[in-house]
């Protein structure tokens, strides 16, 4: 049965964009058929291994039997609040501000809804933007706006604003000021600020903050709520493991909406964050790991002519050989490389292309020897 929308009889399914990665079949296969094998670089999917550490402590917490609760425990709730402070110098946020999800993409997709926003809200999202900040809005029957800044929303008033730094695709890290900026500007107008943060612990150039440091927010959450994950840092992207962090006004009342949806992280799961949470080790391996990959594929896209912008965190290189995106999709496709088009991202991304980071090493050093031997001479 397709679900619609209570009240308004509308379609949910048909607001929705179709999905940006079936628009790649045909590449895929393409690419496919290399004599190699697929580079596959289009998602940003761990293949690292899942530390042991990890591993033991959902084992050891499988054979509960009973149900979880939609807050999550004690121990990982401090867990969190620890990491936050210890990786990110987040102070301030107690065990009562942090929710566990199942999956941040889960969590972005029924925020707006699930904080009571609908039809006639606006909700704004980056001008270059993973898709689900749009699929966010429509799911609630409210508009999304693309703006990169507040002086660019002029007369509009929205009511949530969705924020990605480190960005997704284009690796953008948006500085202290613009983040103290945003939040005086929608604190004023009682607008509510969401930011994604899950590649906050892969940083290659700069400073990134997380929306809740101190510095960003001189001690108070109100109307600020963090996004993070372990998919990416953790390797626990098959897990569903991510939380939300900020406001605990904002945490109670998603709390109450996820209770009656019965949105529960599985206990084991819980158990396994809190264990990958509290510890540091595998965190800085994994990140050593995407660096070195970084640097063989950034150099091999230069020799090859594109030009490779921002990237100066997260999981990807946003590049470009100033053509439309389609046709550089196809051209290394041909190469046996699969890529993401800029195009998901937005009406003004038409000539990048996304390469993630997350292959294996021979993998990544596969796609660089194909772009050596296509680089111009």
């Keep these: 049965m397709t679900a ?3 009240g308004t009889g509308r379609r949910v399914s048909a607001s929705l ?3 940006p990665w079936d628009s790649l079949a045909d590449d895929k296969r393409r690419a496919a058929g290399h004599p190699d094998g697929i580079v596959d670089l289009s ?13 033991d402590a959902l084992y050891a917490a499988s054979g509960f039997p009973g149900y979880p609760t939609t807050l999550g425990t004690a121990e990982l709730r401090s867990a969190a609040a620890a990491a936050l402070s210890r990786r990110y110098g987040v102070a301030g946020v107690d065990e009562h501000a942090i929710l566990p999800v199942i999956g941040t993409k889960e969590a972005i997709a029924g925020i707006v809804g699930e904080l009571g926003l609908g039809p006639g809200d606006t909700v704004v999202i980056p001008e270059i933007a993973y898709p689900t900040y749009e699929v966010a809005a429509l799911l609630a029957g409210a508009t999304a706006v ?9 007369s509009t008033n929205p009511r949530l604003i969705f924020l990605n730094s480190p960005s997704n695709p284009t690796g953008t890290v948006l500085g202290i000021d613009h983040l103290r900026t945003v939040i005086t500007w929608a604190r004023e107008r009682g607008v509510i600020v969401v930011s994604d943060e899950c590649y906050l612990g892969l940083t290659w150039e700069g400073e990134a903050a997380s929306i809740l440091d101190p510095r960003v927010t001189d001690g108070d959450l109100t109307g600020l709520l963090a996004v993070h994950s372990l998919s990416k840092i953790s390797n626990l992207a098959s897990y569903r493991a991510g939380f939300l962090a ?9 709390l109450a ?4 949806a019965g949105h529960i992280v599985p206990y084991p799961v819980q158990a396994a964050m809190t264990a990958a949470l509290a510890d540091d080790e595998h965190v800085d391996v994994q990140r050593e790991r995407y660096r070195s990959r970084r640097v063989v594929l950034h150099t091999a896209l230069r020799h090859a002519g594109f030009r490779v912008d921002r990237s100066e965190a997260g999981l990807y290189l946003w590049a470009t050989r100033g053509e439309p995106c389609r046709d550089t999709v196809a051209w290394l496709a041909d190469l046996g490389i699969l890529v993401a088009p800029g195009d998901f991202y937005g009406p003004t991304a038409g000539q990048h292309v996304r390469f993630a ?10 796609a660089a020897a194909r772009l ?3 680089a111009p001479d």
């Design 4 to 6: 619609r929308a209570r």
């Design 17 to 19: 964009p179709d999905f």
């Design 43 to 55: 998602v940003g999917t761990p293949v690292d291994e899942v530390d042991p550490l990890i591993r």
């Design 146 to 154: 693309r703006a990169d800044s507040v002086g660019a929303l002029g």
């Design 246 to 254: 900020g406001d605990p006004a904002l945490v109670a009342e998603l």
């Design 257 to 260: 909406v996820r209770k009656h």
């Design 357 to 366: 980071l997350t292959a294996t090493d021979e993998r990544i050093a596969a």
């Design 372 to 374: 050596a031997a296509a």
